[in-house]
C-alpha cells in the first residue's frame, strides 16, 4: 500500500461548516465515497483535506449531499508555473537525449562519408553493412523522432501539415530512398548507388536539439511574469482566534485580518486596521518612494511592507487582488496577435503544403533534365527543400516578441492591453494630453498670499469663511490654513454667490472673498491689486479679493501645481517626434500659461468634458494617428476615441480595463516609456519577420539547387537540418534581446 | 518507362497535395457544446482533437483543453477574433472561457498556427 504522504491530496474550501457536528457529517460523508482513504475537516480554516483516489467532482457531490458546500481550492498560479517548469525540465532534458542518441549515430556515419568517401552499395559486403546501418537509422528514426512521425500523421488525417510532416517526410524520405539502394541496387545506375542514412539521423538529433535550445531561450521570454508571481509569498499570517496561524495563500479568505511585520510582502489586498509604516510599491507604480500607510489606507498584494507592523483586514483575495489583475492582463496582452504579423499568418497556414509542392516540382526537374546521378540529386534536392524550409521561424518570429516587449512593459509598470495597442502606440503622430491630473498635480494648492497687514490672520479669516464652502479652490486655502496650524473661527451668514465668490461673518468681521465682479458689486476700492491680480493671472494662477469690514484687505492666489517631471517628460515626448496638444476646462490664460512652462504649443482650452472627445476625433479626421493621455476619470470616451488610450495612476479599476494601455505611475514619463518600448518591440518584429522571410525565400531556392551552375553542388540534407534547427533558435534569441530594453528617462 | 512512372507519381503526388490540403472535401467532424456540457480538446501531436466546434450563439460556454503535447508549440491556444488566449498546463485540464459570440467561424491556433481548429458559431 502506498504510504499516505504519495497519495494525492485535495483540497476543498467549505461552505456552512460551523460546528464540531459538522465536521463528524462530512467527514463520515466522505469516507462512504470509493476511493477516499482519508478525509479531514478543519473548522478553523473552514477546509477539507481528501486523500485518496476520488475525484475532485464526487468528493463535492458528497459533500453536498451531507447538506453543505465545497469547492476545491485551486492550486495557486506560482505552483502550476512550478508544475510547468518541472515538466518543461523533463522535455528539455528528453529533447537533449534524444538529441544526443541520434547525433551520436549521425556523426560517425559523416564522419565516414567525408575521410573515406565510402557511401555507396556495390556488393555483398556493402549491402549487409549499410543494411546493419539501416536498420540502427530506423531505430533511431524510432526512438528520437517517434513523435515527428505520429504528430505528421495525426496532422494528416485532418488535412493539416506542420513542421512534423516536413521533417518525417524530408527524413523518411531519405531513409526510404537509401533503404532501397541496399536492397536492391541493381535498380539504380551505379553513380547514383549513395546511402543517405547518416543525413536522417543528423536532421533528427539537430532538430531535437534546435527544439531544447528553443526551449530553453523561450523559458526567459516569460521571465516579466515570473517575476511578478515571485512578488507573493506562498504563505500568509492570519489571525484565528487571537492566534497568529501561517496558512497558504489560496485559503486566505475576505474578512481575515492578517499581520504583516517589517520586510514582509503584503500577501492579499486589505484595508489597514492598526498599526502605520512605510510601504515600498514601487513594483506595481513604479513610484520610487515609499509610501506611508496608517489605520484606513488600502494596501495592494505584492508590495513590500518596510519598517512597522501592520494589521489588515483582507478585502480582496485569490484572482480578483490587483496584483493578480494586472498578470493576467500581461499574460493576455502577451498571447495576443499584432496586426503587422496578419501577412505572416497567412502564409504560414498555406506555408507547408507549398512547401511539399515545391519540393516535388524541383526533384521532378532535377530528375528530367538535371545533370548524373541524377536519382541521386532528385533525392537530395527533395529532402533538402523539405527539411529547410522552417514554418516556426515565420510563427515564431511575432509572438516571441511581444511576449518579452508586453512582459519589459509591466517591469516599467507599463500594462499594454493587446498587441495591437503595442503596434499602434509605435507609430503615433500626436499625442493629446489632458492637463488636470496629468500635467499638474488635480487637487490646487494656494500659492500666493499678498497684504498689508498679517499674512496669518488674514489666511484665518479667509479659511475660516472657506470652510462653509465645498468648491475644489476653498479646500486649497482650507488646506493652507491647517498647513500652518491657523485655528478655524466660528463662521455665521455664510453665503455663495455664484459666479462671483463667497462672503459671511467670521469673529465679527464682514469677509468677502472672490472676483473682481464682486468688489465692484460690493463697491470696494481694489485699486491698488488690480496690477498684482494680473501678474498672477499670467502665471496661471487663479487670483481672488479678499474684503474685511468693507476694505480691500490682499490678494490670494490658488493654482494646480505643475508635476515635478512634466516638463522632462514632455521634452522626452517631444524629441520622440510626437506633436503635443494640451486639452483643459480651465481659462485660456491659465492653460497658456501651464502650456508654456512645459514647452507646450497647442492649447484647447475652457472645454467642456465631451469636447475633448471631440477635438480627438478631428485629429483623427485630419489623419493623425492620435494618442490621449489621461486619468480616465472624466476623459474616458477621448481615452477611447483615440488609436491609443493611455490611462494615466492607474487609480481605477476602470481606467485598466478601458485604457489601451495602463500606466501604473502617476506620470507623463510613463507614456514615453510606453512609446519607446512599443518602438522597440516593432522594430524587434519586424527584424524577425525580415529574418524568417529572407531564410525561407533564399534557403528554399538554394536548398532546390539553384547554386549548383555556380558552385557544382547541392546543398547537403544535413546542412538544411542545422540551418533549419538553428532558424527558430535565432527569432527567439533576438526576441530575448528585448530584455535589455532600456527607457530613454534611465539612460 | 520508368521516367514516365516517375514523373506520373510526382504530378499525382502535387494534385493529391492540393487535393488533400485545400480543395477536397474537409471531413471534419464537429463537436457541438450546449449547455452544461464538458467538452474536451485534445491537444496532441500537432491537431486539436475535435478541431471543429459548435457553440450556439449568444451565450458562454467553458472548452476544456487538454494538453498532452509538451513541445512549446502547444502552450498557448488563441482565439484572435474574439480576443480570447490561455496558456494550456501539460498533462491537465485547463478552461478556456469562451464569451457569447455572433454566429459566424472563429479560427483557433497556437502561437505559430500549427495547430488549427474552427469554432462554428451558430
Known amino acids: 500500500m502506498a504510504k499516505e504522504s504519495e497519495l494525492p491530496a485535495q483540497t476543498f474550501r467549505l461552505q456552512g461548516a460551523s460546528c464540531a457536528g459538522c465536521v463528524n457529517k462530512i467527514e463520515g460523508a466522505l469516507q462512504k465515497v470509493p476511493g477516499v482513504d482519508e478525509a479531514r475537516v478543519n473548522l478553523a480554516d473552514q477546509t477539507l483535506t481528501v486523500r485518496g483516489g476520488a475525484s475532485a467532482e464526487t468528493c463535492v457531490a458528497a459533500v453536498e449531499e451531507a447538506g453543505y458546500g465545497a469547492e476545491p481550492v485551486r492550486s495557486s498560479e506560482r505552483e502550476l508555473r512550478e508544475q510547468q517548469r518541472a515538466e518543461e525540465q523533463r522535455h528539455y532534458h528528453q529533447l537533449l537525449w534524444r538529441s544526443a542518441l541520434a547525433l551520436g549515430l549521425g556523426l560517425p556515419l559523416m564522419a565516414w562519408g567525408l575521410l573515406t568517401g565510402e557511401m555507396m552499395v556495390n556488393t555483398l559486403a556493402q549491402q549487409l553493412a549499410w543494411g546493419a546501418v539501416g536498420l540502427l537509422t530506423l531505430a533511431v528514426l524510432v526512438f528520437c523522432g517517434g513523435h515527428f512521425f505520429s504528430g505528421a500523421w495525426r496532422a494528416f488525417r485532418h488535412h493539416n501539415a506542420n513542421m512534423d510532416t516536413l521533417v518525417a517526410l524530408g527524413t523518411g524520405t531519405a531513409w526510404a530512398f537509401s533503404m532501397l539502394v541496399v536492397l536492391l541496387p541493381q535498380l539504380l545506375p551505379e553513380a547514383a548507388r549513395h546511402v543517405y542514412f547518416e543525413a536522417s539521423a543528423m536532421i533528427i538529433g539537430l532538430i531535437n536539439l534546435g527544439q531544447a535550445l528553443e526551449l530553453r531561450a523561450r523559458g526567459r521570454t516569460s521571465a516579466a511574469v515570473e517575476k511578478l508571481l515571485q512578488l507573493q509569498d506562498p504563505t500568509a499570517r492570519v489571525l484565528r482566534d487571537g492566534r497568529e496561524v501561517d496558512i497558504p495563500l489560496e485559503q486566505v479568505q475576505k474578512g481575515d485580518r492578517l499581520r504583516v511585520r517589517p520586510g514582509e510582502k503584503i500577501p492579499v489586498d486589505g484595508q489597514v486596521l492598526e498599526g502605520s509604516s512605510l510601504v515600498d510599491e514601487s513594483m506595481l507604480t513604479g513610484e520610487p518612494v515609499p509610501v506611508k500607510k496608517g489605520e484606513g489606507d488600502t494596501l495592494s498584494a505584492g508590495t513590500l511592507n518596510k519598517n512597522g507592523t501592520l494589521l489588515f483586514e483582507a478585502e480582496k483575495v485569490g484572482a480578483e487582488t490587483r496584483l493578480a489583475q494586472i498578470i493576467e492582463m500581461v499574460k493576455n496582452a502577451q498571447s495576443s496577435r499584432v496586426p503587422i504579423a496578419r501577412l505572416a499568418d497567412k502564409i504560414s497556414a498555406i506555408f507547408v503544403p507549398t512547401v511539399m509542392i515545391i519540393a516535388i516540382a524541383a526533384a521532378l526537374v532535377w530528375f528530367n533534365w538535371g545533370p548524373d546521378p541524377r536519382a541521386a540529386h532528385t533525392l537530395v534536392v527533395l529532402t533538402s527543400v523539405l527539411i529547410i524550409a522552417c514554418p516556426c521561424a515565420l510563427g515564431l518570429a511575432t509572438p516571441m516578441s511581444v511576449m518579452v516587449g508586453v512582459g519589459k512593459g509591466a517591469e516599467y509598470g507599463v500594462l499594454v492591453r493587446n498587441g495591437k495597442a503595442l503596434q499602434q502606440a509605435s507609430n503615433l503622430t500626436t499625442l493629446v494630453v489632458d492637463k488636470t491630473g496629468t500635467l499638474t498635480e488635480g487637487a490646487p494648492k494656494l500659492t500666493d498670499l499678498d497684504t498689508d497687514g498679517d499674512a496669518d490672520e488674514l489666511l484665518a479669516l479667509l479659511a475660516s469663511l472657506e470652510q462653509g464652502s465645498e468648491h475644489p479652490l476653498a479646500e486649497a486655502v482650507v488646506a493652507a490654513a491647517r498647513d500652518r496650524e491657523l485655528e478655524l473661527l466660528p463662521l455665521s451668514d455664510f453665503e455663495a454667490i455664484t459666479a462671483h465668490g463667497v462672503r459671511g461673518t467670521v469673529n465679527g468681521k464682514k469677509i468677502l472673498l472672490g472676483n473682481r465682479k464682486l468688489m465692484q458689486r460690493e463697491n470696494i476700492d481694489i485699486a491698488a491689486w488690480h496690477e498684482r491680480a494680473n501678474e498672477l493671472a499670467d502665471l496661471g494662477r487663479t487670483a481672488m479679493y479678499a474684503a474685511v469690514d468693507g476694505d480691500a484687505a490682499g490678494l490670494i492666489a490658488v493654482a494646480d501645481p505643475i508635476r515635478d517631471d512634466a516638463k522632462a517628460a514632455i521634452a522626452r515626448l517631444l524629441r520622440l517626434g510626437l506633436r503635443i496638444e494640451m486639452l483643459t476646462g480651465d481659462s485660456s490664460a491659465t492653460a497658456e500659461a501651464v502650456a508654456q512652462q512645459l514647452g507646450i504649443d497647442r492649447v484647447h482650452a475652457e472645454l467642456l468634458p465631451e469636447d475633448k472627445e471631440k477635438i480627438v476625433g478631428e485629429l483623427l479626421k485630419k489623419g493623425e494617428r492620435v494618442g490621449m493621455a489621461g486619468d480616465g476619470i472624466n476623459d474616458a470616451p477621448a481615452l477611447a476615441r483615440a488609436d491609443v488610450g493611455f490611462a494615466i495612476g492607474a487609480g481605477t479599476d476602470v481606467a485598466i480595463e478601458t485604457a489601451d494601455i495602463t500606466l501604473m505611475r502617476s506620470s507623463l514619463h510613463g507614456v514615453a516609456n510606453a512609446i519607446e518600448l512599443s518602438r522597440a518591440t516593432l522594430r524587434n518584429i519586424k527584424q524577425n519577420l525580415f529574418g524568417a522571410f529572407i531564410y525561407n525565400t533564399l534557403g528554399i531556392p538554394i536548398a532546390a539547387g539553384v547554386l549548383y551552375p555556380f558552385t557544382g553542388a547541392l546543398l547537403s540534407p544535413v546542412i538544411a537540418g542545422a540551418a533549419m534547427a538553428f532558424s527558430s533558435v535565432t527569432v527567439v534569441s533576438n526576441a530575448n534581446r528585448l530584455r535589455f530594453f532600456q527607457a530613454t528617462e534611465e539612460q | ?122
Open chain 2, 1 to 122: 518507362m520508368l521516367a514516365l512512372l516517375i514523373n506520373g507519381v510526382g504530378l499525382l503526388l502535387i494534385a493529391a497535395i492540393l487535393w488533400w490540403f485545400w480543395l477536397g472535401p474537409q471531413r471534419q467532424k464537429a463537436a457541438a457544446v450546449s449547455g452544461g456540457e464538458k467538452l474536451q480538446i485534445l491537444v496532441k501531436g500537432g491537431v486539436y482533437e475535435p478541431d471543429r466546434i459548435r457553440l450556439p450563439a449568444g451565450s458562454e460556454a467553458t472548452l476544456h483543453f487538454r494538453r498532452e503535447d509538451p513541445s512549446p508549440c502547444a502552450e498557448w491556444v488563441l482565439f484572435p477574433d474574439l480576443e480570447v488566449s490561455a496558456q494550456l498546463a501539460v498533462h491537465s485540464d485547463t478552461a478556456v472561457k469562451i464569451p457569447a459570440a455572433e454566429p459566424g467561424e472563429y479560427p483557433f491556433t497556437c502561437q505559430m498556427q500549427m495547430y488549427r481548429g474552427t469554432l462554428v458559431v451558430e
